[in-house]
């Protein structure tokens, strides 16, 4: 199964808009960060997790022709924006889209045409299937167990299938909770905003502290902020921690 980072940028993306930081005037393309995302593609399904604002020129960087569904972590605007673009998958029936309650609940205020039985022609049509916390879904050949964590405040969903996980935005990984759900995975791609402490996102070091818990053989970092550069992470963390990039594709186990 592949794992194909489309976009491994916090919320502004990198660089920042108007930002004249060394990071933002980097010329090593690892600094160009789009909003968070990933691509899972097994041999029979193709997933995306998260739909930023620019999922539109992700989804044609990466060639994607057919999805068949999409993931949702929670409902910021850098995971979420970019969800009308999923109207081209839309034309042969209602595409699926999963995640919590809450997160629905809010896609379903922010885009309630994408679900009105009278659909404007031309419009997404999208299902939304609501997901327990430590609820298993599939599809294809791909089990997806919701995982909740904490956002700051706001209770969010990471997935972990096979032996990985993706928890993005996260700064408590509800150790007391999840133990079970999370116990076996090998792989962790982990949002890791910066060094500084936020109040909803680990650190780089708080990241690598949640992946030791876990037991992660490999981790790759994601949701990364301009304060850091791609060769500064590399340099201090890897190889067991690396810092994901636009564009990167991982091998990992169904
Ligand atoms: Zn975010
Ligand atoms: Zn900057
Ligand atoms: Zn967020």
């Known amino acids: 199964m592949r794992v194909l980072f489309l976009g491994t940028g916090t919320s502004h993306g990198v660089p920042v808009i108007g930002c004249g930081c060394s990071v933002c005037r980097s010329a090593d393309p690892h600094d160009r960060r789009m909003r968070s995302s990933i691509l899972i593609e097994s041999s029979s399904a193709s997933c995306v997790i998260d739909t ?26 850098d995971h979420l924006m970019g969800l009308d673009d999923l109207r081209v998958f ?48 599939q599809i294809g050949d791909i089990v997806f167990t919701l995982i909740p ?27 007391d909770e999840n133990k079970e759900r999370l116990s076996g995975v090998r792989t962790l791609i982990i949002g890791a905003l910066r060094d500084r402490p936020h109040w909803s996102h680990f650190t780089f070091d708080g990241a ?22 791609y060769s500064d992470i590399q340099r201090r963390f890897a190889p067991y921690a690396e810092s994901a990039y636009d564009g990167l594709e991982i091998e990992v186990d169904l």
Not at 107 to 136: C, D, W
Request: charged share 20%; glycine share 12%; net charge neutral.
């Open 52 to 77: 930023g604002c620019e999922f539109r020129i992700q989804a044609l960087r990466a060639g994607i022709t057919h999805l068949d569904g999409v993931l949702y972590t929670h409902p910021h605007a």
């Open 208 to 229: 690598i502290g949640a992946a030791r818990m876990i037991g992660a053989e490999k981790v790759y970092f994601t949701h990364i902020n301009h304060e850091t550069g």
């Open 149 to 175: 964590v904490m956002h700051g405040m706001m209770r969010i969903a990471g997935y972990r299938f096979g032996s990985t996980a993706y928890l993005t935005d996260v700064s408590d990984i509800l150790w």
């Open 90 to 137: 839309s034309s042969g029936g209602r595409f699926p889209i999963y995640g919590m309650k809450s997160t629905l609940d809010t896609i379903r205020r922010i885009f309630p045409y994408a679900f009105s039985s009278l659909p404007y022609k031309g419009a997404p049509q999208l299902e939304a299937v609501e997901v327990e916390e430590g609820g298993r879904f």
